[in-house]
């Protein structure tokens, strides 16, 4: 085989003739020189002389073929061998194109070694063409190109994971340039965020519409960009092609070469537009709740899990005056009364192990030190998975409500005591009555005009609240059954204003009920032109003794007074009436009618 | 009605009507009003220089307490019966004697005054 000619480039065969000697050293000279290339390079030559259909091969492409020194057989049908079979068609049509258009030809093939092994070759070929036009010769150059192929192969092998590593992590991915603008997007941001990949390429993350991002936002985000530094998260709100607001986020990382050269940025982001949403909703909800538990007139609180509290409204810390420091675990508590500390820790402690409902009463201390009652009432929290969370609840001032309690009780107290005491004096009546007249019908008729008369007291306290009544009131009312209507000038009453308190008013009542009837039965009252004048005078004492009242009775024009009986009944009374206010009681039966003087000092107001 | 016939009395009672009964009563079970007071101060008068045997005394006074006049009269040496229109809770604390709720029965008041003249000469 003939090699002599095989790794020159230029047709061999075709050389002038001259001084071959010197020539041939030169050339001799070159091709070494040439062949050192070529091994360096892994290069192998080839030439084929398409009319001898020989095919002659250097030892470099014999050994790219696997094929020991001078192995290889010389035709073309044993190269077409060696092409792997998947390859072997696109080589034939490469070459067979090449040799009709006599154009040069660049392929990319493999060939199977006979151990098996497969080869990725790069190969030029060129055409010579004969005297006749037609072409004659192809000489070519090959590569072993499978290093760099096997490394081509891992880059897009790698490229592909990230890409799919990106695809599951993420919505979508993208790289930009050295100037931060977008050269690849994945397609799923049409889908995921309405915006094609189209409208992005070419254009800066801040080229885009977007909404809700400052100045200032961008100004640090593109800082981060400037020191080709990694970023995470960075949202910001998009205005997609539909007119809709998208919020993102965006994750990067710079990509810089073999050389160390910034090269642009590369990562993904995500459509976040649905957690900003919930968590504004959240959020609005959460604050909605502050706003109310802060307006509401109740207290609220939160416990977690625990029995920690981790929240009270603002109505809490007004009400006891403690601080956000003060209430963490189970400092609310040192608001509660020593003497109620132990019995709500225990309330609650139980309701908390339970995870029941439980309402407890105690004292708190109000932020000026004195305490008010609550009532503290809590539901357990649970999780939509059916976890314990803690407890909700509410503590309402209910001091009111306990003061009216007693006073209420007091009321029912002094009611009880009136009654008794109403009871006591009708029993007394009774039998006051009984021992005077113990005839039935004149029992009847006289108990039954005494029992009036406390009656009537008791309809004048009861409109004033039982804080008292007026003179002129007690003795208009007392008089008013001895008085007929064509005779209202029998009667005359006259004084300043005066107000009595509930027992002295009694008292009042039933001696001037005794006066009335004495008068009716056998004084003033008995005669046509019979005069009753009932007056009052009000006189100032020096401090701190009260006003001094003198109320006065005098008859006239009735039958002269009869003698007096020390022992009846009404004068009994009349005396005893004294004693009770504190005062003195004058009667004087004369002639001219009863007259009848009591004096007292005026018992301050009842309390109330 | 003889085991109180003779014995002298202090009524002390604010309200004239049932200070009238009262005294009646005590008349009928052979007794001798010895003196009768509405308020507290003459009644302290009375409990000083009176000679009496026992005191029914109302606990309330025009919304005042007995409590110095009981002290007094316990301090002589002599039994009182308590009137109360506002249940046990009016007695008295430092003075013990029966007592007795209004309204009454005129047996139930006897029967308080034997029982305290009885614990005092047991």
Redo the contacts between chains.
Sequence with gaps: MDRSGVGAMGPPGRDAPGDVAKIGKAQQAGEDQLRFILQAGRMGTWEWNVETGSVCWSPELEAIHGLAPGAFEGTFAAFQEDIHPEDREHVLRAVASSLEQARDHHIEYRIVRPDRRVRWVEGRGKVFSGPSGAPSRMVGVCMDVTERKTAEEALRESESRFRSLAALSSDWYWEQDEHFRFTDFSPAVQDLAGSSVASHIGKTRWELPTVGVTEEQWARHRAVLERHEPFRNFEYCRLNERGDTIWMAANGDPIFDAAGRFKGYRGTGNNITERRRVEVALRESEQRFRTMANAAPAMLWITEADGTASFLSRGWYEYTGQRGGDVHEAGWLQAVHPDDRETAAGVFGDANAERKPFSVDYRLRRASGDYGWAIDAGRPRFGADGAFLGFIGSVIDITERKQAEERQKLLLDELNHRVKNTLAIIQSIASQTLRETPQPAAFKEAFSARLAALAGAHSLLTKALWRGASLRDIVAVTLTPFVSSSRQEAVDIGGPAVVIEPNAAVTLCLVLHELATNAAKHGALTAPDGRIAVSWSRTEQAAPQPPQIELSWIERGGPPAGLPNKRGFGSRLVAASADQLGGEAALEFNTRGLEARLRFPLPPPARQ | MTALQGIRVLVVE?????????Q??LVDCGCVVAG????LE?ALDLARTLAFDIAVLDANL?GKRVDPLAEEIAARGLPIVFVT???LDGALRNVRAPVV????QDETLRRAMIQALGQRHG
């Design positions: 604010d309200e004239p009507m049932l200070s009238l009964a009262l009646d009563l009768a007071a509405a308020r003459p025009g229109g506002y249940g709720e209004k309204p009454y």
